[in-house]
């Protein structure tokens, strides 16, 4: 009888202890996940800023080209 009560209590104690881990290892999926997208938007605003300082950068190599004898 001692011997049955503790075996559940074992699986008892198994199963809680599984479902609290496979709890927190889909709190850090949903946390990663999140941080992804966030990151993913970053990246994105970063990129489109390079690409607006690298087409000022081609205008004003263009205009210093077109200029550069002005000033001698």
Same mark, same amino acid.
């Given at each position: ?47 489109h800023e390079i690409? %607006? ?8 190599? %263009? ?10």
């Amino acid at each position: 009888m001692k011997k049955k009560i503790l075996t559940e209590i074992k699986a008892y104690t198994n199963f809680l202890l599984s479902g609290f881990t496979i709890f927190i290892c889909l709190i850090v999926i949903i946390v990663n996940c999140r941080y992804i997208i966030k990151l993913e938007n970053t990246i994105e605003t970063m990129w489109h800023e390079i690409v %607006q300082v690298k087409e000022t950068n081609i205008g004003l190599y %263009q205009f210093i080209e077109e200029h550069k004898n002005d000033f001698d």
